[in-house]
Each structure stands twice: as C-alpha cells, then as structure tokens.
C-alpha cells in the first residue's frame, strides 16, 4: 500500500479490443485494489473489467449524431466527457493508453480542465509503429505526446522507434506489460487438452487478432513442418481479418484435420496451459502481451526478433527466437523443444520465475503509481 494519499486517476483505453485495453483494465483493477479511485472513460464498459468492483466507477461518452455530421465526432465527445468528469471528481490524474485518439483527447480536456490535471500517456505499439507513420496524424500524435505530462512506453524498442519516429527527445518511462499472477499460473489443462490432441501429440498455440502484422500464415507454415518431424495439433485462439485466408492455406496443405479454431476465448490461462509452445513470428510487436502471458503459464514461446520480444523472451532461456520470416529457423526451435524434455521442463522454469520477477503485477503498478506522484510534484516515499 502507498504512504501517500490515494489518487483519484482517469483512464481511457480501448474498452473491447486488443492488449493495450488488457493492460489499461488490469492496472484500473490494482489501483482500485490500492485504494485509489479509478474512474473509466470510454464508449462502453472494459470487457476486462468483470463484476463490481469496489472504487471502480465507469463513465459513458455518448456520441451526438446530429445531422450535419457524415462522422459523429467521437473524439470530440471523448474529451468534453474527460474534461467533465475530471471536474465533477476532482481527478489528479488522466491517464490514456494508446496515443490515437486518446492522448489527442486528453490534451483538449486538459484544455478546458487546467493544469491542475496532469496527463499521462501510454504509447502501445500500432499508435506509433502504424499510425505515427501517418503524415495526416503525425504531427498531432507529436504534440499531444510532447503535451503530456508523462509518457510511458510497453519497450525499451517503443521508446526508441517513438523518438526516432516522431523525432522527439523528450523523456518516456519504461512500463512494460504485466500479469496477474494470481490469474496467470499453469493451469492442470489435461482434461481440455485431450479434446484436441491425441496423449502422444504435442500442441502448437497462436493466439492473435489474425491481423497481417501477426504473420500467422508464418505460424501454419512453422506448423506444416514441426508436424512433418513430430505429431502435433495447432491450436488457433482469436479471430479477425486474415482467417480465412488462414483457412485456405491449412486447406490448402492439407493439414485440416490437425488444426482446431477455438475463436475467442476469455479464459486465457485455462488455454495457454494447453500448450508445449506458444509461436509468436510478428513482423512488428512492441512487447508481447499474450508471450507474457503464456510465460507465466510456464509455456515457452518461439517467434520473431520483432520489436520488443527480445525484451519478453529471452533468447535460450524462456523461448527462442529468429528473424522475421525465418519459419525454417524456428520450425526447428520449436521440434528441439519438443524433443527434449529436459529442455522443456528448463524453459518452463524460467518462464515462470521471469514473469514472477520482472513483469510481476505488484512491480509495474507501482512504478506507474509512482510516475503520477512525480507529475503531481508528490514523490512517492515507500
Ligand atoms: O497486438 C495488437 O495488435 C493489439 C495491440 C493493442 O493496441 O491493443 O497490442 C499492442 O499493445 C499490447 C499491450 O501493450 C502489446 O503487448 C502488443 O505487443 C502491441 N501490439 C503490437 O505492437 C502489434
């Protein structure tokens, strides 16, 4: 628990998509846990948040969709809503993640607020790897960024590409993703798992938003040849644009009885268990969100030199990794894995104890805690 007094801290995010959303509702959850007052701004409620919980409060932007607009200005509600709510509670803090539209929008409230409230940002990934690239957003990403009061980045890598990018030098907080560790633990998944696999098949798991940046074509490829050497099942979780093409392609090679489409799954943990290896070959990936949480279910991941995972997954250690695109490479990580108890049951020690040490829920919500007390001018004591 904090020595200072409780914060009451804004936060918006995107409510139903993606890891930044994940991110942003879990660390909402452990400060509300800490005592501080957590106050959600969004266009519908976090589908991390669950059931009620104590010094946690949402508040609804509503979109005016009046005639003249062929967009309705949702940006525009977002910030008139932040800016209201930060009056009426009194918040110290807003703290946005992801940069588009969000930091643009707290920028605006804090416009309208004062200086009294103090802007936090959290950039992601896409916001700056994607859209930063964008001139029609560059230059308003820029100012809202150099706007805030502080900034923070899930990598060291995302740290780097934002100032090369938007060719700032300003200050960034490192902030990687956490877990939850009383949620994420190897799970007993026999059970599930014998639904899918055969007792002497191994199982292959990608869990994404099936987008091109994910490269999941790479993941059935790396599959088509560890299944040529080691019988195994893929185990697909997610949806979205590139499955059915995906689909074509398991067609296509023929491997359509080997592989099973789960689609979206809430109960991440109870998953990943499944798994002997979880493949991650993105072509850009500022940190990892579902290798972290693969990690802590003691489930290496193999994937790509992309981004942050370096940072995630260490080389030899927790899982192993190679070139973007190089499916050969990790095909055959992925069969020494599979081959080699001893080397399996190495990996999943240290998975657990790096996600434990390094990306422990405790330690990033307290370096977040403390980042609002140094813009409040309070540094935090304990
Ligand atoms: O991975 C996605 O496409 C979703 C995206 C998001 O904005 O929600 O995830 C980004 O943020 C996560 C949480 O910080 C990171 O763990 C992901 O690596 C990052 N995705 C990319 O950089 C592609």
């Not at 994404?208 to 088509?224: E, L, M, Q, T």
């Not at 023929?254 to 493949?279: C, N, P, R, T, Y």
């Not at 919500?365 to 935090?380: A, D, H, N, T, W």
Request: hydrophobic share 40%.
């Amino acid at each position: 628990m904090s020595s200072q007094k409780p914060l009451k801290i804004g936060i918006t995010c995107y409510p139903s998509l993606g890891g930044s959303g994940v991110v942003a509702t879990e660390l909402g959850k452990l400060l509300a846990e800490q005592g501080h007052q957590v106050h959600f701004i969004a266009h519908s409620i976090p589908f991390r948040l669950g059931s009620f919980h104590k010094n946690i409060y949402y508040h609804e932007v509503e979109v005016n969709d009046y005639y003249v607009f062929r967009y309705p200005p949702y940006d525009l509600s977002l910030a008139t809503k932040m800016a209201q709510v930060a009056n009426m509670q009194q918040l110290d803090v807003l703290h946005v993640h992801y940069a588009v539209p969000h930091a643009v929008c707290a920028f605006l409230a804090k416009q309208m607020v004062g200086d009294q409230l103090k802007v936090v940002t959290t950039l992601h990934g896409t916001d700056i790897t994607v859209l930063a690239q964008d001139e029609s957003l560059k230059d308003l990403i820029r100012l809202a960024i150099n706007e805030s009061d502080a900034v923070t980045a899930v990598s060291q890598d995302l740290i780097r590409e934002t100032r090369e990018v938007l060719d700032i030098n300003r200050d960034i907080d490192l902030t990687y993703n956490f877990v939850d560790h009383r949620v994420y633990y190897p799970r007993d998944s026999a059970s599930l798992r014998q639904d899918f696999a055969e007792p002497d098949e191994k199982v292959l798991m990608h869990i994404s938003n099936f987008r091109p940046v994910k490269r999941v074509s790479d993941v059935v490829d790396i599959f088509a040849r560890v299944n040529e050497q080691v019988p195994s099942k893929l185990l697909l979780v997610g949806e979205g644009p590139d499955l059915p093409k995906i689909q074509c392609q398991i067609n296509e090679l023929g491997l359509a009885d080997k592989v099973h489409f789960l689609g979206k799954q809430d109960e991440i943990a109870h998953v990943i268990s499944m798994a002997d290896v979880l493949l991650l070959p993105s072509e850009k990936e500022s940190f990892g969100l579902v290798a972290l949480e693969a990690m802590a279910c003691g489930v290496p991941t193999v994937g790509s030199l992309a981004g942050g995972i370096p940072e995630l997954v260490t080389h030899g250690e927790t899982g192993f990794l190679a070139p973007v695109g190089d499916s050969g490479q990790m095909a055959e990580y992925v069969i020494n894995i599979l081959r080699d108890d001893k080397l399996k049951d190495e990996l999943r020690k240290a998975c657990l104890h790096r996600s434990q040490t390094v990306f422990c829920n405790e330690q990033i919500r307290s370096k977040y805690e403390q980042i609002y007390y140094r813009v409040l001018g309070r540094e935090e004591t304990s």
